[in-house]
């Protein structure tokens, strides 16, 4: 059997990973911080790359979910480059992500293989197919509801305090820095959602990923304001949301749309970082090295073979 390290395996979305890889025939190898939290694991520290090289021995590839990445994408891919095996992670902090892909790496590494930034970064890149350029991508999210987990709201802490509270977007091909409101304006999903309120430019790890490799000038992100605003309320996370990713990719007068649908943003992370390893560890890869999802896979087929856990129609 493969044997897959998961970092940060006891975690909400490490868990789902972790039943991922055992449903498709990998052996995951359970690793953290914490030891306690992992009987016959391997604990390792991110602070002692000593541990995280023991960690990583004889394994053939790592998932990172692990969060805030901005301490452990790092240090957790540069081990995995170190011991020549590919790495993979869940992060959708923005800072984290231009991080990660800032290394360089003979072998696989891909940051943000996740709900937000790899299946956006998929869908505009299946959406521009044959296209070389694109004037905007626009990324509606239309989520029935939001309730964080503790790593979601810390990520979201530590991302804030790296940009200084300001918030981000990417407009006339880079990215800037604002400090005013967001745009609030409605959407039209498709049905049976329909028209909903949300706020533009509700920048999301996508504005990253997509312009990384696709020659755009605006990538936006817009969220469901009823879903934006439970993320300001702590709590449990004490039920899944349905989702509904509408993507718009638009060159002059020709507008192409592509929409994917399911539920539980934090379960539909682990069959999207799980499929990336398997695709990597058999050769089915478009780049080499540090690259996004939609850089790295040939996105169209990796949406087909994400169903049924997230259906994608082109429209
Ligand atoms: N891109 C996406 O769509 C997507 C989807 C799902 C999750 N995520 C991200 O993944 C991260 C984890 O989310 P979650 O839902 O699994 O949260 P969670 O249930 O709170 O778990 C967080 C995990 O990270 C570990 N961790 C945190 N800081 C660490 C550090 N410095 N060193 C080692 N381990 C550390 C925690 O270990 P301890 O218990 O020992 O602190 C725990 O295992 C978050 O940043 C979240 O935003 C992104």
Redesign the pocket.
């Known amino acids: 059997m493969t044997s897959v390290l998961v970092?940060?395996?006891?975690?909400?979305?490490?868990?789902?990973v972790v039943a991922e890889l055992r449903r498709r025939g990998f052996d995951p190898v359970l690793s953290?911080?914490?030891a306690a939290?992992l009987p016959g694991g391997r604990p390792?520290?991110?602070?002692d790359p000593a541990s995280l090289d023991r960690a990583l021995e004889g394994v053939a590839a790592v998932i990172n979910?692990?969060?805030?990445?901005a301490?452990?994408a790092r240090p957790v891919a540069e081990a995995a480059i170190r011991a020549g095996v590919p790495y993979v992670?869940?992060?959708?902090?923005i800072e984290?992500n231009l991080d990660t892909l800032e290394l360089s790496a003979d072998t696989a590494v891909v940051p943000?293989?996740?709900?937000?930034?790899?299946?956006a970064d998929l869908l505009a890149t299946a959406a521009m197919d044959d296209w070389t350029a694109a004037d905007e991508v626009h990324v509606a999210y239309g989520l029935s509801g939001w309730r964080?987990?503790?790593?979601?709201?810390?990520?979201?802490r530590?991302s804030r305090e790296r940009r200084e509270g300001k918030r981000i977007r990417y407009a006339g091909g880079r990215l800037e820095y604002r400090d005013d409101a967001l745009p609030k304006r409605e959407w039209a999903f498709p049905e049976p959602l329909g028209p909903r309120p949300v706020f533009g430019e509700f920048s999301?790890?996508d504005i990253v990923t997509i312009p990384r490799h696709l020659k755009v000038r605006d990538v936006v992100s817009y969220m469901t304001v009823d879903a934006a605003q439970d993320l300001a309320v702590a709590g449990e996370?004490d039920a899944a949301e349905t989702f509904v990713v509408d993507v718009v990719v638009r060159a002059g007068d020709d507008e192409r749309r592509i929409v994917a649908r399911g539920e539980d943003?934090?379960a539909v992370?682990a069959p999207?970082a799980v499929e990336a390893v398997d695709r990597i560890l058999t050769g089915r890869t478009k780049a080499k090295g540090v690259a996004t999802a939609g850089e790295m896979f040939d996105a169209a087929g990796f949406l087909r073979a994400l169903a049924p856990h997230i259906t994608v129609e082109q429209r």
């Open positions: 970092y940060g395996a006891y975690g909400h979305t490490g868990r789902f953290g911080r914490d939290k390792a520290s991110v602070g979910c692990a969060g805030p990445f301490g452990t992670d869940v992060a959708a902090e984290a943000a293989m996740a709900f937000f930034g790899g299946l964080p987990t503790a790593g979601t709201l810390a990520a979201g530590v999301m790890a996370r943003i934090y992370s999207l």
